[in-house]
């Protein structure tokens, strides 16, 4: 064990540390529970085990960095299988705080523990904030005070980006939906087509969105979408050899066999009655 717990806090202005270090814990070892006196940040560095926060339970693996605010109750318990080893920082703050360090002391005051999964390079400032303790090299306090600063805000970093990253996947797992919905749509409707504008408002959406979120996710507009639908409909009729290309124009809703043979083209590079040709040469 590297321990570094303090009588009293150590004053870096409106930052107080109350203790710092790293603790190897044999498997099946627990930290019995305890009220937390100050916020207190883990990193994970080998090993897994069980961290308690309030009623609270979460696994707790290499790389892991797990937050536990102020005044919660706190246990740990090591697995049976190997030991656990970590790093830990104990801090809080205390008033006057400048717009910056309130943030701060807002965003460690929160309500429940967090775990942020494979956090990158933040182990090595606690490793270098621990030996300025014992080394004690000249202007180590200066380096103690910036290495904290350094775990403390990329924490809150991470965690921020943790958030972006979540939400970001939740829109994209939103826009997924939406675009089931669309082809689900555009299958179903499929002879009776109506404007993009009248599609969205069946669906509950505006036109401008659904529009947005199939042209990222697709690559293709959504009236190109349609169009090949439509298209790829009409030479499944086509082949079925019963319908004219008149009729086949009618029943996708074109406006006239000119304009259907028009899109025809445009998406095959044949009219209706070449392609059809083609076909039966082929065959």
């Known amino acids: 064990r590297v321990d570094n717990t303090f009588p009293k806090p150590l004053d870096f202005g409106s930052l107080k540390l109350f203790q710092i270090g790293e603790l190897s814990c044999e498997p099946t070892f627990q930290i019995p529970e305890h009220k937390q006196w100050c ?3 883990s990193y994970i560095i080998s090993g897994d085990g069980l961290f308690y926060d309030n009623d609270r339970q979460i696994v707790a693996t290499a790389g ?3 937050i536990t605010p102020k005044n919660h109750r706190h246990a740990i318990t090591v697995n049976s299988c190997q030991p656990l080893y970590f790093a830990y920082l104990g ?3 205390e008033t006057p705080m400048d717009n910056e360090l309130l943030s701060l002391s807002e965003f460690y005051s929160q309500t429940h523990q967090l775990q942020l999964h494979q956090v990158p390079d933040i182990y090595p400032a606690f490793s270098k904030c621990i030996d300025e303790f014992y080394n004690a090299p000249q202007h180590s306090r200066r380096m103690i005070e910036s290495y904290l600063f350094q775990i403390i805000l990329s924490t809150k970093r991470f965690n921020e980006q ?11 797992a939103a826009s997924s939906q939406i675009i089931y919905q669309l082809i689900r749509y555009i299958d179903r409707n499929i002879y009776a087509l109506k404007k993009i504008q009248d599609i969205a408002s069946d669906i509950g959406y505006t036109n401008c969105y659904i529009s947005h979120i199939f042209k990222k996710a697709t690559g293709m507009t959504l009236q190109q979408y349609i169009s090949s639908k439509r298209i790829e409909k009409s030479i499944e009729l086509l082949l079925m050899d019963k319908f004219s290309v008149t009729v086949i124009a009618e029943k996708m809703s074109y406006a006239n066999i000119q304009s259907f043979s028009r899109a025809f083209k445009r998406i095959t590079g044949l009219y209706p009655s070449q392609y059809l040709n083609a076909f039966k040469t082929d065959s």
């Open 91 to 93: 801090f809080d703050f």
């Open 64 to 66: 892991d960095l797990i």
């Open 162 to 172: 943790a958030l972006r990253k979540k939400q970001k996947q939740a829109e994209n």
């Open 39 to 41: 916020h207190e940040i």
